[in-house]
């Protein structure tokens, strides 16, 4: 049995998946930024690891409504504000299978070597080729954030950028397995860490780069630097209250339960 992480979203155009998500309250999704592009129909599906479901009882597909890119998303090599926001046609009713992930508080200081997760669907297979490979269940993979000194330095090795100019910024976040990084994780999906039995999201899969090398970690967007505007977007809309403790129990009761298939 695997375990459940009710927030994963697959984010898709014409039925393909293109990019991860997360759930964060009934109506609104955060994902990466770029992986919007242009205005077309965009489809979220929720409750189910499986990329092709059999069980459409459990999965649910919703249009996105709005799209809400932060203002400041920039560049197409070191990207730079790299987060949006989906606003779905219809609020979710919560299940065993759909659960929200929390917001950090603004001021939250993860720190290095905190224990996360990376899930995702894509670029499992064939980790170091062009034609990456979606996987039909959802992956998971344990990473450690790492120090973002350091995470810049492995970047410059192979960079022409000088050490002066920074690659990866305070608004960024790194992760690492310290052996083989992933590429299970899907550009705009989550990092997620368990912090006194709460669920965070702590980053949004920012760079691919990290599949171009074993030794690359994967880089994030700092969920903590957008909190408070997420939180601004979700109120001009919708209530945005603090994610209720008493779902949270059982959602960690959810995870850490083995659940059957």
Known sequence: ???????????????????????????????????????????????????????????????????????????????????????????????NYVQPICLPEPNFNLKVGTQCWVTGWSQVKQRFSADSVLTTELQEAEVFIMDNKKCDRIYHRKSIFPRVIRLVLRNMICATNYEENLCNGDSGGPLACEVENRWILAGVLSWEKACEKAQNPGVYTRVTKYTKWIQKQMSNGALAGPCASAWLLFLCWLLHSRVGP
């Open 1 to 95: 049995a695997t375990r459940h992480w009710p927030w994963e979203v697959s984010l898709q155009l014409e039925n393909e998946h293109m990019c991860g998500g997360a759930l964060i309250n009934p109506s609104w999704v955060v994902t990466a930024a770029h992986c919007i592009r242009g205005t077309k129909e965009y489809w979220v599906m929720l409750g189910t690891s499986k990329l092709q479901p059999l069980n459409f009882t459990r999965a649910l597909r919703i249009p996105v409504k709005d799209i809400v890119m932060h203002p400041k998303y920039w560049g197409r090599n070191f990207i730079i504000g790299d987060v949006a926001l989906l606003r779905l046609h219809t609020p979710v009713v919560f299940n």
